[in-house]
């Protein structure tokens, strides 16, 4: 019974995983709708993550598997890894016909010579997320939306 339950978990946590990197594209692409002055609707986000959900899918294994092998060779790889390849959510959102190969490349293009200064700018949000546990979370509702944004002009920033 208890392996039932253990295999239960595993393939209910390998599902959320899968959903969830084809919404974090999603995601980006209301934000930036947002940010451009387009009315998004949740009809149309749907729409785009049916129609590019294998795209998403396998730009976020990538990324991951890129900043594990990084990670792996010493914390610092792991870290610029993760730096370079963190637009890659709204560079699938804006480009979903890019493969998989040229939306990696295009991420690390857009970081080259940021990279410290989008390593300061997430460092200057853990104030912010050290302090949001002792509001019991409630911070979090104003903290996650704050830097989603401040990720997304970011993004309109450096792709110029």
Request: proline share 2%; with cysteine.
């Amino acid at each position: 019974n208890l392996i039932k339950v253990g295999v239960f978990s595993a393939i209910l946590s390998i599902v959320t995983s899968i959903v969830s990197c084809i919404f974090a594209v999603g995601y980006s692409y209301y934000c930036l709708g947002f940010i451009r002055g387009n009315k998004m609707e949740m009809q149309d986000i749907i729409e785009f993550c049916k129609k590019n959900w294998m795209i998403s899918l396998f730009v976020s294994f990538m990324v991951g598997l890129n900043i594990i092998i990084g990670s792996i060779l010493l914390i610092i790889p792991g870290i610029i890894a993760a730096i370079g390849l963190t637009f890659y959510t709204y560079v699938v959102a804006d480009n979903p016909e890019l493969d998989v190969t040229n939306a990696l490349r295009k991420c690390w293009e857009m970081t080259l010579g940021f990279k410290m200064d989008l390593f300061v700018f997430y460092l200057s949000f853990i104030g912010w997320a050290i302090l949001a546990p002792f509001t019991l979370g409630i911070l979090f509702i104003w903290l996650i939306p704050y830097m989603t944004i401040a990720e997304t002009l970011a993004y309109e920033t450096l792709k110029k």
